[in-house]
Nanobody, 127 residues
């Protein structure tokens, strides 16, 4: 059973940076597709960035060039480096994992429904 624990959220001024971390346990992160999602009050959860078994990444248009997703398998940790933050980036950010079989996950979907395991979320506030 995959367990995910996010950290690194906080409050920052517009134009600032934050790095979110997600600790992975219960399964080898190497074989999972992993992603970052966010949900603002009154809005649906949306995909921010994903990374698959091959290291292929995909970003939502609204973060391209500002955010970078990375996964350090040896550390069992997923990261999201966020730069040039805007007030509209304010949301709860969630780490998620997708399992598609023992050969590993090669998908690049940003759809929340594609992901099987979720962390508890970490708040990011940009003012």
């Amino acid at each position: 059973h995959v367990q995910l624990v996010e950290s690194g959220g906080g409050s920052v001024q517009a134009g600032g940076s934050l790095r979110l971390s997600c600790a992975v346990s219960g399964y080898d992160a190497l074989y999972l597709c992993m992603g970052w999602f966010r949900q603002a009050p009154g809005k649906e959860r949306e995909g921010v960035a994903v990374i698959n078994r091959r290291g292929t990444t995909r970003y939502a248009d609204f973060v391209t060039g500002r955010f970078t997703i990375s996964k350090v398998n040896a550390e069992k940790t997923l990261y999201l480096q966020m730069s040039n933050l805007k007030p509209e980036d304010t949301a709860t950010y969630y780490c998620a994992a997708q399992y598609t079989g023992i050969s590993g996950c090669y998908a690049t979907s940003l759809a929340p429904a594609s992901f099987d395991y979720w962390g508890q979320g970490t708040q990011v506030t940009v003012s």
